[in-house]
């Protein structure tokens, strides 16, 4: 079964530093990769995705992801972090030839950002 | 647009009672989903609809019972609820449910079981 690894459930940076945070998927087909980011109290909202093509997607808020295939990755990135970046980070990934429609979600990754 | 909307935001029951989570999108959406998130998980997927008409089980479903009203609205409802139901109850929607699309999500519904 396809699986989600986000490496450390929580991320401390000072502001301005650079923001990196990992993700591993299980699969031997690539799917299709999804980052969300989950501000206190609130619902899901999408950071960017890869489907097909380039393999560096930008996203929203200035954050970036590098599909890697030969490493199974797909980490965001952030030059330079702001206050208003902490919130919670989950990947998810849906197999592409999987009918099901779910995405399966990592565990999570919490971001503080210090000032 | 309100995007996908959920009733109601908070809820306290007790071990046995029974409700119905509401779930409401005005995007025109196909493809609508029922997830919950308890610490350290993520989300996982209990319940979701393709299309209007159609319902199908998730990863999580037992203990949970779901009904697609019509192409805007989609319930979840607990019959006998159990303190391992406890959880944040979050609704999301996408256009086609295809393998790219996008999922938006509700505020959530945090329920909390005594």
């Given amino acids: 079964a396809q699986s989600v690894t986000q490496l450390g459930s929580h991320v401390s940076v000072s502001e301005g530093a650079l923001v990196l945070l990992r993700c591993n998927y299980s699969s031997s087909v690539p799917p299709y990769l999804f980052w969300y980011v989950q501000y206190p109290n609130q619902g899901l909202q999408l950071l960017l995705k890869y489907t097909t093509g380039a393999t560096l997607v930008k996203g929203i808020n200035g954050f970036e992801a590098e599909f890697k295939k030969s490493e199974t990755s797909f980490h965001l990135t952030k030059p330079s972090a702001h206050m208003s970046d902490a919130a919670e980070y989950f990947c998810a990934v849906r197999p592409w030839m999987d009918s099901s429609y779910k995405l399966i979600f990592g565990s999570g990754t919490r971001l503080l950002v210090r000032p | ?114």
């Fill in chain 2, 1 to 114: 647009n309100a995007g996908v909307t959920q009733t109601p935001k908070f809820q306290v029951l007790k071990t046995g009672q029974s409700m119905t989570l509401q779930c409401a999108q005005d995007m025109n959406h196909n493809s609508m989903y029922w997830y919950r998130q308890d610490p350290g998980m993520g989300l996982r997927l209990i319940y979701y609809s393709a299309s209007e008409g159609t319902t199908d089980k998730g990863e999580v479903p037992n203990g949970y019972n779901v009904s697609r009203l019509n192409k805007r609205e989609f319930s979840l409802r607990l019959e006998s609820a159990a303190p391992s139901q406890t959880s944040v109850y979050f609704c999301a929607s996408s256009p086609s449910g295809g393998p790219s699309d996008t999922q938006y999500f509700g505020p959530g519904t945090r329920l909390t079981v005594l």
